[in-house]
């Protein structure tokens, strides 16, 4: 056990936060996501699965130590919901009140096509996968720099 470092945040997760650099994405995910399959193509190659946690408990736990970008537009992107491109549901806003809350101000959300998701996915550092039963909880968070 290591001090102030919340217990959700396992060994390899930790490992994975650490080594990304800035502006190397982070997919977060609910249980429907196809987090093996896209998580092949990450640097990672394997889901990070934290079982027993939603997205909005898993956000609090890698927030408290993985600083979000402030050198683009939206560090945070959630999937869009099939067919109503600007709706928002209750996962998004728990989030992204979560992602303001840890970094202290404004943090603008945005969103992507399920395909354009996919296919940023693809492109991350590492997927973490979790239980939330929630659809649509998929996120993308974009690491920013720690300036002191």
Partial sequence: ????IPPLLSAD????LESMGHGDQLVLVD?????????????????????????????????????LDSFVEA????????????RRLEVHEEVHAI?????????IMDSLERHAFYADAKEAFAVVQTLEARPYGCFLLRKGVIFD
Avoid: Y
């Fill in 75 to 86: 560090p945070l992107i959630h999937m869009q919901v099939v067919g109503e491109p600007e």
């Fill in 13 to 16: 997760l930790l490992w994975v």
């Fill in 1 to 4: 056990m290591l001090k102030d």
């Fill in 31 to 67: 249980r429907n996501f196809p987090a093996t399959s896209i998580a092949k193509s990450t640097n990672f190659g394997q889901p990070i699965c934290l079982e027993g946690t939603n997205c909005s408990q898993a956000a609090e736990a890698i927030l408290s130590v993985l600083p």
């Fill in 99 to 107: 992602a303001e809350r840890m970094e202290g101000g404004t943090i």
